[in-house]
């Protein structure tokens, strides 16, 4: 059964370096997401991203983060500059984008940061 | 903003035991859906629900979605201790995009 990837399962940072995370989507899927998951608290939605561009995103997506989708099968996140804060799971998910809106979203094991 | 109130935050059940839980909102939403989520891995997808009122069943779970739009319920049967982890609901509203808005999850453990 394919599903989302991504790498590593666990990466540990100093505070005010640079973080990519890893994903890689179930292949006929259009629309990919990134989440967070604080440690003990809910999943929160981060950015969509869909046809090259982003499509939403959330406060919580400030200027210290980016994606990218660099090649047919990876999308990537980007921190520029960890802050103590940023530390929790990060997921990414995806979906098939179909016209009639019930396509589900399908996620990935996560990915631990860590900010020391 | 979306919120989704998921209750109850815990249970403690008994094998065998059926469990319920629901999650409500003041905001509408067009997909309902159910995940579970293991200790350091990502949500798994259980059931997902499409249209107001749509009753669903995958093995021993069953979840609605509210005919109100703004709830809805997952039961699982007969529970066993596999069953034990983080159930949480989550939800979308298309005009908001494609976003998910997740519950604060309920903590199932089983007794066997």
């Known amino acids: 059964e394919p599903e989302v990837t991504q790498t590593p399962s666990h990466q540990v940072t100093q505070m005010g370096q640079e973080v990519i995370l890893r994903c890689v989507p179930i292949?006929?899927?259009?629309?990919f997401y990134w989440y967070r998951q604080i440690l003990g608290q809910k999943v929160e939605f981060l950015v969509s991203?869909?046809?090259?561009?982003?499509?939403?995103k959330s406060e919580i997506f400030d200027d210290q983060f980016s994606v990218e989708r660099p090649d047919g099968s990876n999308f990537t996140l980007k921190i520029r500059s960890t802050k103590l804060e940023d530390s929790a799971m990060y997921f990414c998910?995806?979906?098939?984008?179909?016209?009639?809106?019930?396509?589900?979203?399908?996620f990935g094991p996560g990915t631990r940061l860590t900010v020391l | 903003g979306q919120q989704l109130n998921q209750s109850p935050q815990s249970m403690f059940i008994q094998e065998g035991e059926d469990v319920s839980m629901n999650c409500t909102s003041s905001s509408i939403f067009n997909t309902w859906l159910w995940y579970k989520q293991d200790p350091g891995e990502g949500p798994v997808l259980l059931i997902a629900?499409?249209?107001?009122?749509e009753l669903t069943s995958n093995g021993r779970l069953t979840a609605q979605f509210g005919i109100t739009r703004k709830d809805s319920f997952l039961n699982i049967s007969a529970s066993i201790p596999s069953d034990v982890g983080i159930y949480f609901c989550a939800a979308r509203a298309r005009e908001y995009g494609n976003k998910l808005v997740f519950g604060a999850g309920t903590i199932l453990r089983v007794k066997s």
């Open positions: 292949s006929n899927h259009l629309y």
């Open positions: 629900l499409y249209k107001a009122g």
């Open positions: 991203f869909y046809n090259n561009e982003i499509s939403e």
């Open positions: 998910a995806s979906s098939e984008a179909r016209a009639s809106g019930t396509d589900t979203q399908y």
